[in-house]
């Protein structure tokens, strides 16, 4: 899930193993095959470039994930727990075709996040990057500093806002919204 969660990585050594490094993936995790004799740098950058490699196959085998409803409520709420301390809860989380010019929407009163189908055609980062978007929209309703600052602990939230703006653009859509403060009243998207 780019910029989805960290999966769970086992580093398996092996004084067999020479030279050769190799990883696979089992369940959720990712188990990665070093020699014994490696350094804890050498492993630390074989163990990033495998995992990476791994996640790379995967997203080229199948494309962006499709996620129904369920995976999108519980992946808000692993991305809640990851980046904003657990303290953006929603009601529910749907995908919507009637979101034209939006790529999501937030009521904070009944705590309830809706997606634009658009983005199911996009890579789960930016995905990820909305959904940590409306979800801070729980947290502070409007698009002000407090508002960003929370957004700002998704890693890749300013490649995430580029994509989107280069999507909108080249969509003829309005583009989504930056660091620009609102001020009060406005709605939330």
């Not at 994930?65 to 529910?92: I, N, T």
């Amino acid at each position: 899930m780019g910029a989805r969660s960290k999966p769970r990585v086992e580093i398996r050594r092996s004084g067999r193993r020479r030279r050769t490094v190799s990883a696979y993936r089992d369940g959720r995790k990712i188990v990665v095959l070093v020699p014994d004799n490696l350094s804890g740098a050498e492993e630390r950058a074989w163990v990033s470039r495998m995992v990476a490699r791994v996640e790379r196959k995967e997203m080229r085998a199948e494309g962006p994930r499709r996620w129904d409803d369920d995976d999108l409520m519980a992946r808000a709420l692993e991305l809640s727990d990851a980046y904003l301390g657990g303290l953006a809860v929603p009601e529910s989380v749907r995908w919507v075709g009637n979101q034209r010019a939006r790529w999501g929407s937030c009521t904070p009163k009944d705590r309830t996040i809706r997606l634009s189908e658009r983005l199911q055609r996009m890579p789960d980062w930016v995905v990820d990057y909305v959904l940590v978007h409306e979800l801070a929209h729980l947290i502070e309703p409007q698009h002000d500093e407090k508002f960003w600052a929370w957004v700002a602990h998704y890693p890749a939230a300013e490649k995430a806002k580029g994509y989107l703006a280069g999507w909108s653009d080249a969509s003829r859509l309005p583009r989504p919204p930056s660091e620009e403060v609102y001020p009060a009243g406005d709605t939330v998207d």
